[in-house]
């Protein structure tokens, strides 16, 4: 029956609307100022202003204009991430292509009381790379993170808006002692399990889980006391 | 403001860690959602990928022609996200050929605020997974699909099997036309009729691609609940899926 509905439908001439009828293919939109593309640009040591500046609520609200300045905000944090888990490029480019296009979909649901837009664009991209990775079996990235003592400028992260959640987790794993940190970043950065963890450090399984769960504490924590400063 | 993670027993953490780091499956993301309050997670999450992003090594920007690219996506999808549903309102059809016939559907996921998990089938064979699902679920929906005169429907057949208590469901196709993923990828559209405004404004069901040759079975990856499914379709869409689907190729419907 349903087919008959649907030739009913389309053979009545009823007009279904071309969702993109008003894009030119080939136009990329420029500013004034051109964007640049294909470098870091200028660093950012702060986020803007959440609400009045947030790309995403702009991106929610149709504003076409605001998608080049996310990507050029948040494009070497998302290949950054994904690079990380991926070494083919091919790869790599589809994941960040489907991490971004879930982000304009799902720019609506963010709320700048709960996270900033990095933190968000990174959640998404983290869960793109996670779920991709348990599609294709899952393994290890080949070289797990080390323990890096550089500024965010030595580390080559001038050129991306980390935003300050990203400094203040930095700070809060800093106060830790380093094998807890080691633990916590294996966990976060690499993936790796509490079992796998323990394998590679020689650390007990319950040692392992205490790190990560007391590291995870004291960024939320800090997390969650520096957007009740900026209510 | 909500009790945070704190006072989670070890189960949930190691759980959410879990969940957070190589993903769960849906048994243990069920156990996770009953076991832990919504906002939490939320912010267990957020402290993962600020810790992440903080510890980032070996930073570079894109290709350029990636983010060209990207951005004529993105330009799409934004231009798209704001027209047509609104129009609709005031509509009162229900059946499905008046479904079809809307002028436009919105993403339920893209209108609403909402923090969704992700709960995309993984890990185990789609196929073993319809089969298990047929077995066990109680309140299984199975509906044969229906081709359109799209090309690629041409000699399509197959059917969706969808359980509303477990939230789960397969699609089974069997002669749909192979996607080539740079092009284009098949999308479903789940019409779940206790939602507000849900003739105009169907779930997304995830996009998927389909090999050539044999039967086909795919997970359908709702991003929320769906409770009353009256109707599937599946669209042809750009790579990645729409939040509004224009609806210039539909392939596939399964209709109550």
Same mark, same amino acid.
């Given at each position: 029956m349903i087919g008959v509905q649907v030739q009913a439908a389309t053979s009545a001439g009823l007009s279904w609307p *071309? !969702?993109?009828?008003?894009?030119?293919?080939?136009s990329v939109h420029r500013s004034a100022a051109p964007r640049v593309v294909g470098r870091a640009k200028s660093l950012r040591m702060t986020a803007p202003s959440p609400k009045r500046d947030s790309l995403l609520l702009r991106i929610a609200s $149709?504003? #076409?204009? #605001?998608v080049g300045a996310c990507l050029d905000r948040y494009g070497s944090l998302v290949w950054s991430v994904v690079k990380r888990a991926w070494n083919d490029a091919a790869t790599v480019e589809d994941v960040v292509q489907e991490i971004f296009i879930d982000v304009w979909n799902s #720019? !609506?649901?963010?709320d700048p009381e709960k996270a900033s837009e990095a933190t968000f664009i990174a959640t998404i991209a983290r869960r793109r790379v996670i779920d991709r990775r348990r599609r294709a079996g899952r393994a290890p990235v080949e070289e797990p993170v080390e323990e890096v003592e550089m500024s965010f400028e030595d580390r080559g992260l001038? $050129?991306?808006?980390? $935003?300050d959640e990203a400094r203040l987790a930095r700070e809060a794993l800093e106060a830790l002692k380093p094998d807890q940190r080691r633990v916590i970043l294996m966990s976060v *950065?690499? $993936?790796?399990t509490h079992s796998e963890i323990a394998t590679a450090t020689g650390l007990p399984l319950g040692t392992v889980k205490s790190h990560i769960r007391r590291g995870l504490e004291q960024t939320a924590q800090e997390l969650r006391a520096a957007r009740e400063r900026t209510r | 403001m909500s009790a945070h993670? %704190? @006072?989670?027993d070890e189960r949930t953490v190691d759980l959410a860690v879990e969940q957070f780091t190589v993903g769960l499956d849906h048994e243990d993301a069920a156990t996770l959602d009953r076991l832990a309050d919504r906002a939490d997670l939320e912010e267990f999450e957020n402290a993962f990928a600020a810790i992440h992003t903080g510890h980032l090594t070996d930073v570079e920007a894109p290709p350029t022609e990636l983010l060209l690219r990207l951005e004529r996506l993105g330009r799409q999808q934004v231009a798209g996200? +704001? %027209?047509? %549903?609104? @129009? =609709? =309102?005031g509509r009162t059809a229900t059946d499905s050929t008046a479904i079809l016939a809307w002028t436009g559907w919105l993403a339920a996921a893209a209108a609403i605020l909402m923090f969704a998990f992700?709960?995309?089938?993984? +890990? @185990?064979?789609p196929g073993e997974g319809r089969s298990a699902l047929v077995a066990r679920a109680g309140d299984l929906l199975e509906i044969n699909w229906t081709a359109t005169e799209d090309p690629a429907a041409s000699g399509a057949s197959g059917d969706v099997v969808w359980s509303a208590a477990e939230q789960r469901g397969y699609m089974r196709f069997r002669d749909l036309a192979a996607n080539d993923p740079t092009e284009s990828q098949y999308q479903l559209w789940i019409f779940d009729k206790? &939602? %507000?405004d849900w003739e105009a404004k169907p779930v997304d069901g995830g996009v998927f691609d389909v090999s050539p040759g044999g039967e086909v079975v795919v997970a359908i990856d709702p991003k929320l609940d769906v409770r009353d499914a009256v109707l599937f379709a599946v669209t042809v869409e750009v790579p990645g899926g729409v939040?509004? @689907? +224009? &609806?210039?190729r539909l392939v596939l419907t399964a209709a109550l």
């Open positions: *071309v !969702a993109f009828t008003e894009f030119e293919p080939d $149709g504003d #076409a204009d #605001a #720019a !609506a649901r963010f001038s $050129g991306v808006d980390m $935003g *950065v690499d $993936g790796l | 993670f %704190a @006072s989670w996200n +704001g %027209a047509p %549903a609104d @129009s =609709a =309102a992700p709960q995309t089938p993984t +890990g @185990s064979d206790t &939602r %507000a939040v509004v @689907s +224009g &609806r210039e």
